[in-house]
């Protein structure tokens, strides 16, 4: 099966706190036909700093080729003066804009999943808990549903106020730190402030804080020696999802580290998610939510 691609579509031009607008762009990949498919959207990690849309290419690949139009996106991070709202805001506008241009991207509307890994697997988890949730809503399109009908998170935070809670003591004392790049993605540059000192805010930035019976399916996956965002990250979602009796799936990559750490001159760290186990786990998932 071959593909079509369209690179560098301006889904979204919000407008950051300079005055200055910010002109956000998702690359398409899509099987080449014109029969109308399942859209995944791809939302990269980066720590809030860096929102790489051209990044696991290999893997969105195979996602095309078993029949799925497959958008990776750019979105507002700490680097442009944004917070989590503003993150899901752009999630959500990518969304809602895929669905007002269905038919020109052959694209099924009623079948739509979103995909994050770290960072980005964060913020498809608060998408996926804030369906219908319409102060997260921002934008155009806004005709156009945000709604999603499955997750797949891979490595995501769940709960922020504990994302170092099982390392070591130098990496929580990072996090009490005023000013951590967490902090930072939820209270804004230069608060002065931990997540510990306004614990109100820290529960809105939290994915599990939405979770309710209405919330899609979800796909969760951790590797067992990540030394960036710890499992039970991953746990504590899935068992509130479970608690609210929504279908959660959860798997543990034995000997993954915290996906592709190439950055860190970890050439290795990337290589068991990027095996056929794993990615079939991910298209078999799509497939039973996704395909009807």
Known sequence: MGR????????????????????????????????????VVYVPGGGFVAAVKEGALDLRSYVVDAGFVVASIQYRTIVNGAVYTDGIADVKAAIRFLRANATAYAID????????????????????????AA????GDHLD?????????????????????????????????TPDNFVATYVLG?????????????????????????????????????DTIISPTQTLLLHTALLAAHVKSTRYIIDGANHGDLAFLGDFQAGLRWTTTTAADTILKFLRMTLVR
């Open 189 to 225: 540059a230069g608060s002065g402030k931990t997540l510990a000192d306004d614990a109100g805010a820290a529960e809105k930035a939290n994915p599990i804080s939405y979770v309710d019976s209405s919330d899609p399916p979800f796909l969760l996956e951790h590797g067992n020696r």
């Open 4 to 39: 079509s691609s369209k690179n560098g579509i301006v889904y979204s031009s919000p407008q950051l706190a300079d005055g200055t607008t910010l002109p956000l762009q998702l690359d398409l990949l899509a099987p080449a036909s014109t029969t109308p498919k399942p859209l």
């Open 109 to 132: 509307p009623t079948a739509v999943a979103v995909w994050g890994q770290s960072a980005g697997g964060y913020l498809v988890a608060m998408v996926g808990t804030t369906n219908g």
């Open 135 to 138: 102060e997260f809503d921002i």
């Open 144 to 176: 156009q549903s945000s709604n999603v009908q499955a997750v797949v998170d891979e490595f995501g935070a769940s709960d922020l106020t504990r994302i170092a809670a099982d390392f070591d003591a130098n990496t929580q004392a990072y996090y009490k």
